[in-house]
């Protein structure tokens, strides 16, 4: 058996350089747009890429401020999202005030908005563009984890920067990246092209055999276990405090493919200085013999975050479901008033 291959930063020449423009070669080789995504259906879906395809033409800060009133215009329509991202802070960050909870509602839709148009600057950015704006703090973690050839699981979350944050670390290392296939038939093919250009490989998230393989062969894997998960192996793990259906998966993937984990933050900077990209080891013990208490310490990790950055968490996901019927219906009638506390000697709490 071969040595396992050791991935470097990406520099002129290199062997990881080499592979990612092979890999970019192979998504330009596949097959072209399927003709029945040209159907009147997708009309709606191509304008809107095509606006977004303008809007990465602009300077950053442009481009910020025209996401900043996407998000001001979204936060106003009679959609259902602003009452899931208020029902989720008043569970999350009950300390606030409702006056503050609204604050960081208003600034969090506008961080909706710009993370839609950075994605667009994620798809089409060439990558001078992209390193001009990045600040990769932590990185010698992941060189030293890589060293050990056996791979690196890096565990993020889902905040407004997570496609920004993963084509930022991407021009550093190449990485394989875990997603969920739109419905819409012609997302999903553009997703899988673009996304692809600038990742060794797209995984669907249930695709435990290529996650597998990719960490033998000493690669990263991005992956972003913080959303609601109700399927085989699901678990109840406290977010907040609050418990919510979870995937426990990851420290038993790593424990059976002895990859090192990472925790893995990244941010939207002030003004037009770009985006940060935080790099850090798994706490001691990590993965321990108890996935609910490893999913418990990745939950702290993210709640820290969130504490530092409200408004650039993903409010507008549904994030506290249950398993079984008796869980309470946050986001029914129940997104309307006050969530009521479950009782101390509750098994919920």
């Given at each position: 058996m071969g040595s396992p291959r050791r991935f470097r930063a990406c520099e002129p020449g290199s062997d990881t350089a080499v592979n990612a423009r092979a890999v970019r070669t192979a998504i330009e080789d596949r097959p072209g747009l399927p003709l029945y995504l040209l159907g009147p259906q997708y009309w709606p879906t191509w304008l809107g890429l095509g606006l977004?395809?303008?809007?990465?033409?602009?300077?950053?800060?442009?481009?910020?401020?025209?996401?900043?009133?996407?998000?001001?215009?979204?936060?106003?329509?009679?959609?259902?999202?602003?009452?899931?991202?208020?029902?989720?802070?008043?569970?999350?960050?009950?300390?606030l005030s409702?006056?503050?909870?609204?604050?960081?509602?208003?600034?969090?839709?506008?961080?909706?908005?710009?993370?839609l148009c950075e994605s667009a600057m994620t798809w089409w950015g060439s990558d001078a563009q992209i390193t001009r704006l990045?600040?990769?703090?932590?990185?010698?973690?992941?060189?030293?984890?890589?060293?050990?050839?056996?791979?690196?699981?890096?565990?993020?979350?889902?905040?407004?920067?997570?496609e920004i944050g993963a084509r930022v670390l991407n021009t550093q290392v190449p990485l394989n990246a875990m997603h969920k296939r739109p419905k819409n038939e012609l997302l999903a093919h553009f997703f899988e092209r673009h996304r692809g250009r600038h990742a060794l490989r797209i995984f669907s998230r249930d695709n435990v055999r290529g996650m597998v393989r990719a960490l033998r062969d000493n690669e990263c894997v991005w992956y972003a276990p913080d959303q609601s998960y109700r399927k085989k192996g699901a678990q109840m793990v406290h977010f907040f405090g609050v418990p919510a259906a979870t995937n426990v998966f990851t420290s038993r993937l790593a424990t059976l493919t002895g990859a090192a984990v990472l925790f893995v933050g990244h941010e939207r900077l002030s003004g037009t200085d770009g985006y940060r990209v935080s790099?850090?080891?798994?706490?001691?013990?990590?993965?321990?013999?108890?996935?609910?208490?490893?999913?418990?310490?990745?939950?702290?990790?993210?709640?820290?975050?969130?504490?530092?950055?409200?408004?650039?968490?993903?409010?507008?996901?549904?994030?506290?479901?249950?398993?079984?019927?008796?869980?309470?219906?946050?986001?029914?009638?129940?997104?309307?008033?006050?969530?009521?506390?479950?009782?101390?000697?509750?098994?919920?709490?």
């Open positions: 977004l395809r303008l809007i990465q033409l602009l300077p950053h800060g442009a481009l910020l401020r025209v996401g900043r009133g996407i998000g001001r215009l979204v936060r106003r329509l009679p959609l259902h999202y602003p009452q899931v991202a208020r029902c989720n802070l008043q569970l999350c960050l009950p300390e409702s006056a503050e909870r609204e604050r960081v509602l208003d600034a969090h839709f506008e961080a909706l908005g710009m993370g990045a600040h990769i703090v932590g990185l010698e973690h992941l060189r030293r984890a890589l060293d050990q050839g056996r791979g690196a699981i890096l565990l993020t979350a889902h905040f407004t920067t997570l790099i850090q080891p798994a706490p001691a013990g990590y993965p321990s013999d108890s996935a609910l208490e490893d999913a418990e310490q990745f939950n702290r990790f993210v709640e820290s975050e969130v504490r530092r950055i409200p408004a650039q968490y993903w409010w507008i996901h549904r994030r506290f479901k249950g398993l079984t019927a008796d869980y309470p219906n946050y986001y029914g009638s129940a997104a309307r008033r006050k969530p009521a506390a479950a009782p101390l000697n509750d098994p919920r709490r």
